[in-house]
């Protein structure tokens, strides 16, 4: 049975709706400075919400968080249509329509999609940059790709969805809140076999240092003859890589950069001059680079996948949730960790295998506004190119300790300041219905109930999804009461 929980802080019903014995592990303190927002969430006819962006966490949210909240807190709510992305759910993430007409998703699309105020929020797995980071803070529409919405066929799900976007009442200059809600790994799929490729082409138990991946990558390397284990196999290799701005993309790079940042690559180039956020789409592919580089003709991991599981003799990397979604029979490699100990797989069990070691929150405090990135010290945000915490930035925790090496979290924005009446704020066209439902649903994500959906089986009660892993627990509730507080 459905219960309403009130904060005693302000009277008001705030949207966490507890099934009994399921969320009893939430502990959800009564914070003064908590914001509830005026409405009620749960209310299907007009608090609906919709959100785009990574491709990273698009399984998490479609399989674990968005059931796992109707399942723990709001129940099945009424559809509002047949066009209705989430007909018994109260959010959508990354649905069918939201992939053309003037929409798209990726890491970058989501940021866009914050920045023009079309969704409630946005998915990014970079999380931005510094520069980007004060263009999102600025005035509305700052990274354009606003004006398609509503003239391709495109439109938030939900009302209200009135284009031209962003609204002239949409306020400009406002802070915006981010923070991680999911980890993976991105795993390494080799498209070789003996039965298509020979004998020495057995691909079915590769063990690999992350700089054998830096040489494929590098193009110093392009035949698999050239590598461990596959010395009889004389192919030359296809490198596949993401069409769009991807922050899996950015942890890739990352990996390649951290594990081996001081060879001089096929353009003479180093990593160096790849893991820029603005410089997420290349690749080393002039000078004395071969001609190997493949990209799907669509955004998106699986979309990769796809293309490496019909292309014999290609590698390409995606998330874990992504292969295994998929169902793929491209083989997976494992890699050397960090701490060169051992060769470990990208997964633990369902879920990835990570540790985040070294992972810190921003800030030298470590507030719980630093936890949602709300420092004004751009140098102590989430930026992934902050100066900070060793010099590799917040954002790149991959390839540290003993597990799998190519790890990285995805995050999610929302602007500060949505918790007063509707117009107003941001995304004035938020109704305050949909507000209590973005300040519901992410109290619920940054809850143990939410996050042990992660990496647990597709059969769990309520919804799982393999292949991710929680957050470090330590985080969780300074990122909820930051959240709260700033919301």
Known sequence: MNTLFLNSSTGRRVALLAVAGVLASLAFASVASAASPPGTACVSSDGKISA??????????????????????????????????????????????????????????????????????????????????????????????????????????????????????????????????????????????????????????????????????????????????????????????????????????????????????????????????????????????????????????????????????????????????????VPLATLRNQANTAFQGPANGQAANCQWTGAVLPGIAKTNADAVGLNANADQTWAFDSTANGGRGYANVTFTGTTYPLCGFTWDMVYTGLSAASPGGAVSRLTNDQRATLWSYFTYLMSPAAQARLGAPATTPGGGQPGYVAIPTAWLRQIRLGFQAAF
Request: some cysteine; overall charge negative.
């Open 52 to 329: 785009r962006g990574a491709t990273f966490q698009t399984l998490a949210q479609q399989n674990a968080f968005i059931p796992g909240y109707t399942f723990d807190v709001c129940g099945v709510v009424s559809s509002q249509g047949a066009n209705d992305p989430s007909p018994t759910g109260m959010v959508a993430y990354n649905y069918p329509a939201s992939t053309g007409g003037g929409g798209g998703t990726g890491s970058g699309q989501g940021q866009k999609a914050v920045s023009c105020r079309s969704d409630a929020f946005g998915g990014s797995d970079k999380p931005y940059d510094k520069a980007t980071l004060a263009s999102l803070k600025g005035a509305a529409g700052a990274l354009g790709g606003c004006s398609p919405l509503g003239t391709g066929g495109f439109l938030p799900p939900y009302t209200p969805n009135v284009a031209p976007f962003p609204d002239a009442g949409d306020a400009s200059n406002v802070n915006m809140m981010s923070f991680p809600v999911a980890g993976s790994s991105v795993a390494i799929g080799v498209n070789l076999s003996v039965a298509q490729d020979g004998a020495g082409c057995d691909a079915s138990n590769l063990q690999w240092q992350v700089s054998d991946l830096s040489k494929i990558y590098g193009g110093l390397v392009t035949n698999w003859n050239q590598l461990p284990g596959l010395a009889g196999c004389d192919k030359p290799i296809t490198r596949i890589v993401r069409l769009d701005s991807s922050g899996t993309t950015q942890t890739f790079k990352n990996g390649l950069a951290r594990a081996d940042g001081a060879t001089a690559l096929c353009d003479g180039n180093t990593w160096s001059a790849f893991t820029p956020d603005a410089a997420n789409t290349n690749w080393p592919t002039t000078g004395a680079c071969p001609a190997n580089l493949v990209r799907p003709g669509v955004n998106g991991g699986q979309a990769l996948v796809q293309l490496v599981s019909t292309t014999d003799a290609s590698i390409g990397y995606a998330d874990l949730a992504d292969w295994l979604n998929f169902a793929s029979t």
